[in-house]
């Protein structure tokens, strides 16, 4: 195998990145960054993402630098002055720790109603380790599963790795997942989630997956695995010592007649140049299974058209799908990564126009909001009004999808609740029908004040 990459698996934390060499090439002010705010944000790295993903020439504007390494820029001035004060200056553990829990939750560590409505009960008892928000679709999170190979800055997911949440639960419950499934004869999809379910190995994995192929199952035909691995750590379907097991167990799904969905986590397009990148998608399409490609539009990381387009081109030729474009979720450092809705727009129509037919099957942008998934057709006027062209892909209630609605105009909002009902109507007419724009109605109850934080690039650093 003619690879650079490192054969074993090497994570760095805030405890432990200085013995990177690379640690040495970042300015005093950027360690500091580092140090700071990963004592509210989690920070994971490894010599992959180091090595071979990292132009660290371009430092601090390269795109997945900006995606793994926590900046100062992700707090407030005020907060991160505060942080520092404790960090550095070996306060009472007590104090740190209160600050850190004040900002996270100032974070809205549970957006979209994640934690409290779409858990699943079986005989009356919740599913601890389970949502179920979509008809036909369950999402499982294995507890070993819930870190990643490396931590994405933006994660909506990031209270499960700092310790906020309790979706974790063990593994003899992977039998309840099979119970509740035996419940729910509509139901046709299970997603494994994280985290990321493929730090697992693969006798873990398999303990999760073969149960699925029960006969008594046969209404679930999509198993879906969502992963970060193909672009952090491809070695995982390449050279892992159990790679090549993993790729059995995709063949022994195809086997069974079921459709084995890897749902593929790519930020840029820097994360499909690499050879073992190349190599991790052939091997997986050649099991058979799909890989289908889907991630969120970030400011600061790929506001770039080009971007996408290379990366929905490169897989496409690989063999993989391209699936959705996500609009930033509202949580974490939010106000660091959002982009309006309409530059969001703007930047998939442009990438969409560069790519052929077989890369159109890309959705986007795309808000998984409270209602469900709802994407951004465009901006148009009717009747001398300019609004929004809104429709769900995905829906709480399946009547709502692929109803076109409009909102009005806006060049600032960033979310679905930040959005106003076009044509004078008080409501969208999925609120008339019992639902709401978010968990907390029309507003971030946890976000508190929005404000826009200016880009530090290396030139105004100078300056
Ligand atoms: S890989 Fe996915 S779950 Fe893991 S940190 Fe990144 S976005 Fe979050």
Known sequence: MTTNAPAKFKPYTRQTISNARQWDWLAPDLQEAVQVVSHVLPFRTNEYVLDQLIDWNNIPDDPIYRLVFPHRDMLAPNDYARLRELVLGNANPAALAALVRKLRLQMNPHPAGQMTHNVPHLEGVPLRGLQHKYQETVLFFPSAGQTCHAYCTFCFRWPQFVGMDDLKFDARESTGLAAYLKTQPHMTDVLITGGDPLVMNTRSLEAIIEPLLAPELAHIQNIRIGTKSVAYWPQRFVSDRDADDLLRLFERVVAAGENMAIMGHYNHAVELRQEIAQQAVKRIVGTGATLRMQGPLIRHINEDPKSWAELWQTGVRLGAIPYYMFVERDTGPHDYFQLPLVRAHEIFQAAYQMVSGLARTVRGPSMSAFPGK????????????????????????????????????????????????????????FEEAGGSRSEHGHGHALAGERKVIQLVTAGSRAA
């Open 374 to 429: 709802v994407v951004i057709d465009g901006v148009v006027t009717i009747g001398g009004e300019k609004v929004f062209a809104l429709q769900f892909l995905q829906a709480r209630n399946p009547d709502w999808v692929r109803r076109p609605f409009y909102a009005r105009f806006d060049a600032q909002a960033t979310w679905l609740d930040e959005l106003k009902p076009a044509f004078g109507q008080d409501k969208f007419f």
